[in-house]
């Protein structure tokens, strides 16, 4: 039999993150993918936010995915963008970049790892016990892993087969969404009316994208030309000739959020983990973050750094983000309703979204900037991310997002040099000394004071903060990066 210290179920954005993460921590990790290759039919969603960004940053991969996307403010809220051009990062903007793109370069990132995929073959079945996970395959091989991470979508096998639930609320509204041709000129652009918002947009080579509200819910098999024809006509009059349809999928506003992330060694992220309709283009961000979350902390409860109770901290901290961004989306819907009532409602907050306070704490939000893991009270950098700072350290200038590269934790000191000790840690954590001149600023908050000493996450979040003592620097080292080593 096959093993791995850690098996990933799925080979989309979130799957391809967590495997890059696990594999920067030395984790023996491989992933099981349906597909044959990394090839998705049609574009699908599109776009990545500021906080996706950096968080690519962190890594030193950002460049890759600019390189090859457009530049846009994309943060908006029930169709009012928000700009985040003020804000203080370096990525105070979104990039317009289709999901093919987005998994065919974190799937080169993931190669460059050297991850095994096991491609062309499904999970069938799970069997945990007290030291690892059994997983059937579609072909008759059957392979074990001391965790499981189900990466494989809102019809999670994964999740179905551990026996988590995943409450929420049933769908209102359906809508297709597909890449066509057509032999006529459609009209192009958006139109609303008493069943929905539908839309016609060009695409390259000639194809159109489709989207469509339905005149009825409840259709429960895969979507045909058929469905996407009738669509038009009851909308347009015509189907405009469709044809050759490249993929045809239908989405729905039902949303619903497992109730554990975690049920002993089987864990859950992405999809897998939380459902919710497209609207503000969230999915693919909170899949990333949940990964670039579990990751380090997985790896080093698998190298036996830390004890298994850190995974807790995964459902503890990912859980209430991602219940936000449902709340968010199902408001984000309900502004779409076509009644006349709702559409004052939308225009009121509209209103209130051009108000400079409300754009900020919305934009933030719908950006992913304002994240806040509750690590307890302290200074206002505690538990949220670290700013990208230019430090100036002895080996010159350096960025803090370029220390983050390996994935690995950092102790910055910005005090006297060589002022905190953590000799037990040195081989798990990095020190750095350096010193920074600038202001302190955090989205929404704006100036924060200046710490002497910061102890950043491998997810580039702050886990603990000085003010010029050591005091409760050993307790969040133990805490996040294991017990003291007294070698």
């Known amino acids: 039999m096959t093993k791995h210290a850690v098996m990933i179920a799925g080979a ?44 690519f940053d962190q890594r030193g991969i950002a460049e890759r995915f600019i390189s090859q996307g457009q530049v846009a403010q994309v943060a908006g809220f029930a169709g009012t963008v928000l700009d985040i051009s003020d804000f203080p990062t370096r990525h105070n903007h979104g990039l317009a970049l289709w999901q093919n ?6 799937a080169g990132w993931v190669g460059e790892l050297a991850v095994p995929l096991y491609r062309g073959r499904e999970v069938t079945g799970i069997e945990q016990d007290a030291t690892g996970v059994d997983v059937a ?22 999740r179905k087969a551990a026996g988590i639930e995943f409450p929420g609320w049933d769908p209102t509204t359906s809508s297709l969404i597909a890449e066509v041709e057509m032999t006529e000129q459609p009209e192009w652009g958006i139109r609303r009316d008493a069943i929905g918002m539908h839309a016609l947009g060009k695409l390259d080579g000639g194809r159109v994208r489709v989207m469509l509200t339905e005149q009825h819910l409840g259709h429960t098999s895969e979507p045909t030309l058929r469905d996407l024809s009738e669509g038009l006509v009851a909308v347009y009059g015509t189907d405009y000739g469709i044809h050759s349809p490249i993929w045809i999928s239908r989405f729905t506003d039902m949303t619903r959020q ?18 919710h309709p497209p609207d503000g283009g969230q999915g693919i961000q909170i899949g990333v973050q949940d990964a670039v979350n579990l990751g380090w902390k997985l790896a080093q409860v698998v190298n036996r750094t830390s004890p298994e109770s850190l995974l807790d901290t995964y459902h503890a901290e990912r859980h209430p983000i991602a219940a936000r961004v449902l709340r968010t989306t199902m408001a984000s819907v309900a502004l779409r309703r076509p009644d ?28 992913g900037l304002d994240i806040h893991y509750d690590l307890g009270t302290g200074h206002p950098l505690l538990g949220r991310r670290m700013p990208d700072l230019d430090l100036v ?29 953590i000799a037990p840690w040195a081989e798990r954590v990095q020190r750095i000394d350096a010193r920074y001149a600038g202001v302190w600023e955090l989205p929404v908050l704006g100036a924060v004071a200046a710490p002497t000493a910061v102890l950043i996450r491998p997810d580039g979040h702050v886990a603990w903060v000085g003010d010029g003592t050591d005091q409760g620097l050993r307790d969040a080292l133990t805490t996040w990066f294991g017990p003291p080593n007294h070698g």
């Open 12 to 55: 989309g954005p979130t799957g391809l993150m967590l495997a890059g993460e696990l594999a920067l921590a030395g984790v023996d990790v491989a992933i099981v993918e349906r597909r044959p290759n990394q090839d998705l039919a049609g574009s699908r969603a599109g776009g990545l936010h500021a906080r996706t960004l950096e968080v």
């Open 101 to 106: 793109h987005i998994e065919r370069i974190l």
């Open 137 to 158: 395959l579609s072909d008759g091989e059957s392979l074990r892993a001391e965790y499981l991470v189900g990466c494989d979508g809102g019809r999670s096998v994964i």
């Open 258 to 275: 497992a109730a554990a992330y975690r049920d002993r060694r089987v864990l859950l992220a992405g999809d897998a983990a939380h459902v």
């Open 340 to 367: 006349a009532r709702t559409k004052a409602l939308g225009d009121t907050m509209a209103e209130l979204l051009k108000m400079d306070e409300p754009r900020r704490r919305y934009a933030a939000m719908m950006s």
């Open 393 to 421: 350290t002895a080996n010159g200038p350096r960025r803090v997002f370029t220390l983050l590269h390996d994935a690995r934790p950092v102790l910055l000191n910005l005090g006297e040099p060589g002022a905190l000790d």
